[in-house]
């Protein structure tokens, strides 16, 4: 079994971004990844505003010492260009507005008394006080947002800052998801003996759609090698990356493995981690590749080209003309979800053309003792408790679906590592891996 941090190295070496884009509205383009830089044409601001309600003067005009009584010249609210400001006299002005050219500071109006047409200073400024200077924040020219930026709500205001209409973004990662067993059954639908409802559509579905991916759903799939091999066929014929759902791994009904074989290859399955060991990853030839040939009969002949071990090379890259990647996960419903957080999402945005995909983690003291070590790499559910600390819950089976609800995240725990109460542990917050 391959180590996780292996397994996703692998993952990743083999992910390069999709070709293919379009421009978009800035309105429209919420988690988009930008395919190009954007740079900004104009200063921001484009011009030295005002910071605060006052009045803006020029310094020199100032007494040394004592109160300074001035006329108040010109009124200049936002948006409203103003007169080059007459020395000896102090202009009106607002929050964002032009500094007149001239002053070189503006006094906020609770340091100031007004009476009439005139205006006590009551406060002796430095020069630049209270003025936001032109491209204090942005400078013509410069790059605001790489290309590869996914693109989040203050990003998509940084763009239309500087006038930024429409974006250039990579197309959406297409992802075509299938689940396999006879026990599922949809919601809504009368629950037979041995039977279950399939949680996994809705939360896998979910976790792609938040991504921004353009999802297709073939539903679930029967548990038998032809389905299964006429299901990939089918999906790798117009989309990124196939991912599927239970089968995986070694049982008499486990029929995705075998067909990933016979449709394509597989090149890492396996990984040393609880939950999700049975992760497989690979691609799937599409139709055109296959050049004519009898395919199903050549596959059924054609020696097994996976089992992935530690010192597995790593796979060679899926053509986008002849292969469609292959994920498959898990069916127990905490393995899914924890193996698609960890392997999938980072894989589906370096499709998108994200660069940094590794989620942002924290140490944080464990309030919890478990003696019992694993010889695996646990991701655990916890969550922050009052004090700071980690409370973990209380039943760690990969098939309780409530631990990822009660949780704030995961506990990344080392192979063979038992926890101490009162030790640091790396926790890896779900706001880190849902976004």
């Known amino acids: 079994m391959l180590a996780t941090a292996e397994a996703l190295a692998t993952l990743l070496g083999a992910a390069h971004p999709i070709a293919g884009t379009e421009s978009i509205p800035t309105l429209d383009a919420l988690n988009r ?7 900004s044409p104009l200063d921001v601001p484009p011009m030295n505003i005002s910071a605060m309600d006052g009045y803006a003067i020029r310094t020199a005009d100032l007494a040394s010492e004592g109160n300074t009584r001035l006329p108040v010249s010109q009124r200049i609210p936002a948006g409203h260009a103003p007169t080059p400001l007459m020395p000896g006299t102090a202009a009106r ?3 964002g507005a032009t500094v007149p050219p001239g002053a070189d500071a503006v006094v906020m109006q609770e340091q100031a008394e007004a009476t009439g047409d005139t205006v006590s200073i009551l406060h002796r400024p430095q020069e630049g006080e209270w ?11 410069s790059v605001i947002l790489p290309a590869g930026t996914r693109l989040t709500p203050q990003a998509l205001g940084l763009a239309a800052s500087v006038g930024c209409a429409a974006l250039e973004v990579r197309r959406r990662v297409k992802v075509a998801v299938f689940f396999t067993g006879d026990e599922l059954t949809m919601p809504g639908e009368p629950l037979k003996p041995g039977a ?9 579905r979910g976790l792609l759609e938040k991504l921004g991916c353009d999802v297709t759903d073939y539903g679930i799939v029967a548990d038998r090698l032809d389905a299964t091999r006429a299901a990939l066929r089918e999906a790798a014929a117009a989309h990124d990356l196939i991912l599927t759902c239970g089968g995986v791994s070694v049982g008499e009904e486990d029929h995705v493995k075998p067909a990933v074989e016979a449709q394509g290859r597989l090149s890492m399955w396996q990984i040393a981690m609880k939950p999700g060991k049975p992760l497989a990853f690979g691609a799937v030839r599409r139709a055109a590749a296959h050049d004519g040939a009898d395919v199903a009969a050549a596959a059924a002949t054609a020696p097994a080209t996976a089992t992935a071990t530690a010192t597995a090379p790593a796979p060679a890259p899926a053509s986008a003309e002849t292969e469609t990647f292959f994920i498959g996960l898990p069916g127990n419903p905490v393995s899914s979800f924890v193996t698609f957080l960890l392997f999938v999402r980072p894989f589906v945005l370096r499709l998108a053309g994200v660069q940094t995909v590794a989620p942002g983690t924290l140490s944080l003291r464990a309030d919890f003792t478990q003696s019992k070590a694993d010889r695996r790499n646990e991701f655990l559910r916890a969550r922050i408790n009052a004090t700071g600390g980690l409370d973990l819950f209380a039943n760690q089976s990969s098939a309780v679906l409530t631990s990822t609800v009660w949780g704030d995240g995961l506990i990344d725990n080392p192979p063979n590592h038992a926890i101490s109460a009162g030790e640091t542990v790396r926790f890896i917050p779900f706001s880190e891996l849902l976004n």
């Open 33 to 39: 990844v930008l395919s190009a830089d954007v740079t």
């Open 93 to 95: 002005i607002f929050t």
């Open 131 to 141: 003025i936001t200077a032109q491209g204090a924040d942005i400078r013509s020219g």
């Open 196 to 204: 279950i409802y399939n949680s996994n559509r809705f939360t896998l």
